[in-house]
Structures are given as structure tokens and as C-alpha cells.
């Protein structure tokens, strides 16, 4: 006997997903959960408000869409640049790890840019999608900085430092660059790639077309990534979700607030003293906003 009642008569996620599992799953043709992962990957966002991806931002959102009782899937909405390695793999482990506790199909949808980090990402789905004008790829590890040895003498500066340990003050900005910490840097970088390159071909495997050039840090756009295996469609979240899950609802799962956040009143402004920042913090705030710029920058964004 079929339970499933007309469309016409299937109760909104807000009341099911409040039902009991078995009761719920009678009621409604259940909810894909939906989330969002937007911004550079890092460890945290520093004194200036900024979106970033890191377990600790995602761990709340992911942990409520895959436990949404009566969900049938989850959908990742990836658009990043990329950022810390290790921030991505945590994410990325978190994911997957989820995925098997619970039992559910993940998806993911690659936005203006699933890039570097951000295709590390979309890799925890069990199937990616783009849109054809969409940045994907970038398989590879970009390392930077400054060499400020001439600003300081210029200004008069002296330099102090004392280390135990012939390799603690490598690539220090202040000093001049060392082509031996060059090499180990490179060193560094080329073990990343390879950690990269085993993960995309663990979640890959025989999609890829690994007869082009796929792990140089190349990207491509979303039609070009279809040909090479990168991902699996073409498609939008509305249009894809319709398709595969015909008669479930599309429900943004959000990361959980702070509590002066969640009443309307800014994390800083709202705290006495900190209504303005320090102009220590606000240099390092104008660092990371420029950090930030020069890495969407990489794709024209």
C-alpha cells in the first residue's frame, strides 16, 4: 500500500521535519539539505568579519544536514578559491565521514569558482555538478609572501632575532631569501600536490581523463571539466535536485550564530570597547582583506 499522500496535501519541511522519521517519511518526499560553503579556506577569520571555510565555521551546518530526520540527501554549494590544506582535508573527512554515519547521497554544486581547496571540497561529494561557465580545478599547492630586508634598513630598523635550531627561522621576511629554504619549500609543496593529486583520484578514480594535463594547476570551466572527468554534469542545484529528487524540498542549512549575531547586534560594535578596532588589528584586518583579494584574484573574480 502506498502512504505517500498527493503533493497537494505533503506537509511543509517547518512542520515534517519535526515529525517522528517513519511518520515524516509518510507525510512528505522528505528534504535535500542544502549548504552553503563560501569564501577562502582558513584556519580562522581574524579580527575583521570575512567569509572563510573552516571546520570549526562548517562543523555546525554539516552536522544538522545530515542529521535532518527525514533527509533524503545533501547538497554541498561550493564557491572558493582555495587556502589552507589542511583545513580543506579536515572539511573535506568531516564530510565523508557523515556521509557514511548517516547514510545519505552528497552532492555538490561548483559556483563562480571550485578551485584548488575549493574542488579538495567538492571531491567529498559523491557526485559534482557545474554550471558551464564555472572555474574548476586548479589541482596543485601556490605558496607567497613579501621580501621586506629593504624596508627596515630604510627606515632605520634593525632587525633582532635569535633562534635554537639552524632551521627555525626559515623564510623569514625580514631576512634575505635562502635558496636552500627555497628548495625545502618546494620540497614541502611538491608532497602537498601528491596528497592532492591520491585524494582526487581516490574520489575520481576512472572518470578521470588523466591523458591531459590534470594535476599542472590548470583550471577550466565547467564544460571543459565535464570532458576531463573533473566533475560528473552540468547543472544547477534547483535544476539537478528537481530532477533527482522530484518530490523533496530544498532547505538551506546554516552554521549556528554567535548570540549577539543571532539578536541583530554586531560582534564588535556590540561589545564596549571594541565598538572600533585597534589599529593593530585593523593593518593585520587590511593584510587579510588583501590576502583574500589576490586569491580570487587568481580567477578573475
Request: hydrophobic share 45%; aromatic share 6%.
Amino acid at each position: 500500500m502506498d502512504l505517500r499522500l498527493p503533493s497537494a496535501l505533503k506537509l511543509p519541511p517547518a512542520v515534517s521535519s519535526v515529525l517522528p522519521g517513519a511518520l515524516a517519511s509518510r507525510v512528505s518526499g522528505g528534504t535535500v539539505s542544502v549548504v552553503r560553503l563560501n569564501g577562502v579556506i582558513a584556519s580562522a577569520s581574524g579580527p575583521v568579519p570575512r567569509a572563510v571555510i573552516n571546520l570549526q565555521s562548517v562543523e555546525s551546518a554539516l552536522t544538522r544536514a545530515f542529521e535532518a530526520e527525514n533527509a533524503v540527501a545533501v547538497a554541498l554549494v561550493v564557491n572558493s578559491p582555495g587556502g589552507s590544506p589542511t583545513q580543506s582535508q579536515l572539511v573535506a573527512d568531516r564530510i565523508r565521514g557523515l556521509a557514511a554515519e548517516h547514510e545519505l547521497p552528497v552532492l555538490a554544486f561548483c559556483e563562480d569558482v571550485a578551485a584548488s581547496g575549493g574542488y579538495w571540497l567538492a571531491c567529498a561529494a559523491d557526485e559534482i555538478y557545474a554550471c558551464p561557465t564555472s572555474l574548476v580545478g586548479s589541482i596543485g599547492v601556490v605558496s607567497g609572501g613579501f621580501g621586506l630586508t629593504g624596508l627596515i634598513e630604510r627606515f632605520g630598523i634593525e632587525r633582532r632575532l635569535h633562534t635554537a635550531g639552524a632551521n627555525k627561522a626559515r623564510l623569514d621576511p625580514f631576512q634575505p631569501e635562502k635558496p636552500e629554504d627555497v628548495e625545502w619549500l618546494l620540497g614541502m609543496q611538491a608532497e602537498l600536490h601528491q596528497l592532492f593529486i591520491e585524494w582526487v583520484r581516490s574520489r575520481r578514480g576512472d572518470a578521470l581523463d588523466e591523458s591531459a594535463d590534470l594535476f599542472t594547476g590548470e583550471v577550466w570551466t565547467g564544460r571543459r571539466a565535464l570532458e576531463l572527468g573533473l566533475i560528473d554534469g552540468i547543472g544547477t542545484p534547483r535544476e539537478v535536485l528537481k530532477e533527482r529528487y522530484p518530490d523533496a524540498e530544498a532547505v538551506a542549512v546554516e552554521p549556528r550564530k554567535p548570540l549577539l549575531a543571532r539578536l541583530g547586534v554586531g560582534v564588535l560594535a556590540g561589545v564596549p570597547g571594541l565598538g572600533a578596532l585597534d589599529p593593530a588589528a585593523a593593518v593585520v584586518g587590511a593584510l587579510e582583506y588583501l590576502e583574500d583579494r589576490a586569491v580570487w584574484s587568481r580567477f578573475g573574480l
